[in-house]
Nanobody, 115 residues
Framework: QVQLVESGGGLVQAGGSLRLSCAASGMYFSIGVAGWYRQAPGKQRELVAS???????NYADPVKGRFTISRDNAKNTMYLQMNSLNSEDTAIYYCNWNRGFRNYWGQGTQVTVSS
């Protein structure tokens, strides 16, 4: 059974930083595509960043240069380092992993940026 558990969200002032973690069981982040998505109130869920099994990363334009996605294969954990946060980054952040027809989501972690 695949489980993805996010942590690291919270309240931070504008300009601050947070690091989100996603611990996985039942599969390996090193296989397939893993990513972080976010959903702000009243908006659709959107891709923030992704990382492939070949370590190819992709970022949404609003977070380029501020966010960094990475993974630790030994810990089977994925991270999202978020710097220079602003109010538009306020959302629930979700961890995702997919491979072929298999697609899994974490429960989400709230990130709130105060101005």
């Amino acid at each position: 059974q695949v489980q993805l558990v996010e942590s690291g969200g919270g309240l931070v002032q504008a300009g601050g930083s947070l690091r989100l973690s996603c611990a996985a069981s039942g599969m390996y982040f090193s296989i397939g595509v893993a990513g972080w998505y976010r959903q702000a109130p009243g908006k659709q869920r959107e891709l923030v960043a992704s990382i492939s099994s070949a370590d190819i990363t992709n970022y949404a334009d609003p977070v380029k240069g501020r966010f960094t996605i990475s993974r630790d294969n030994a810990k089977n954990t994925m991270y999202l380092q978020m710097n220079s946060l602003n109010s538009e980054d306020t959302a629930i952040y979700y961890c995702n992993w997919n491979r072929g027809f298999r697609n899994y989501w974490g429960q989400g972690t709230q990130v709130t940026v105060s101005s």
